[in-house]
């Protein structure tokens, strides 16, 4: 988990509230990624970020929403849109091609979001 | 699109004995293939990956996994099980062109018995 830090790691939201879970690394990386863990299920991607400023949906992203106005920085929104959150989200990232770690992904901690 | 597939929920070994966890893919190109562990409520930890080469990798804890191209199986094994193995065990794919995020299996249970 070294580098990367996520925060809240419980979080409780009533029906209805947006809440924002966050995502910070050390790491220098480049891309980072969000997603979700169900029981039985995986990992599910929700959004990623390759750049600064720039980021893609992915697999589930409706009812999420995501920024990147800072390199070390990736905070999901995580919207009453959203009809089932309750889940485990995992952020992750990965360094730039220069590097050989390049194609792994390092995961933070993870977040453990209820609705109550 | 691509996918992973593994096909047990949860495999038990005990203590000593050699363990596998099984893990097939499918991708329109040539696979990057990764093993990850999760112990209870934390992130997951990375254990060994295939980017090319030789088709036996070795990774962290004793651990190794062999790609078979014709079968697209990438089964993890370790020759001798720990107690301190028990976890959760994630196989993840992604093509070498296209987005860089993984595509996870649903997680292998494994147990090792004292």
């Known amino acids: 988990d070294g580098g990367i830090t996520q925060s809240p790691k419980y979080l409780f939201r009533k029906e209805g509230q947006n809440v924002t879970l966050s995502c910070e690394q050390n790491?220098?990386?480049?891309?980072m990624y969000w997603y979700r863990q169900d029981p039985g299920q995986g990992l599910r991607l929700i959004y990623y970020?390759?750049?600064?400023?720039?980021?893609q949906k992915g697999d589930i992203a409706e009812g999420y929403s995501v920024s990147r106005e800072k390199k070390e920085s990736f905070p999901l929104t995580v919207t009453s849109a959203q009809k089932n959150p309750t889940a485990f989200y995992l952020c992750?990232?990965?360094?730039?091609?220069?590097?050989?770690?390049?194609?792994?992904?390092?995961f933070g901690p993870g977040t453990r979001l209820t609705v109550l | 699109a691509q996918s992973v597939a593994q096909p047990e929920d949860q495999v038990n070994v005990a203590e000593g004995n050699p363990l596998t966890v099984k893990c097939t893919y499918s991708?329109?190109?040539?696979?990057?293939l990764f093993w990850y562990v999760q112990y209870p409520n934390r992130g997951l930890q990375f254990l060994l990956k295939y980017i090319t080469g030789d088709n036996l990798v070795k990774g962290s804890y004793g651990f190794e996994a062999e790609f078979n191209k014709s079968q697209t199986s990438f089964h993890l094994k370790k020759p001798s099980a720990l107690v301190s193995d028990s976890a959760l065990y994630f196989c993840a794919v992604r093509d070498r062109v296209g987005r860089r995020a993984l595509t996870f299996g649903s997680g292998t249970r494994l147990q090792v018995q004292p």
């Open positions: 991708v329109s190109g040539n696979p990057y």
């Open positions: 992750a990232s990965s360094p730039p091609p220069e590097r050989v770690t390049y194609n792994e992904q390092f």
């Open positions: 790491l220098n990386h480049d891309a």
């Open positions: 970020s390759q750049i600064v400023n720039d980021f």
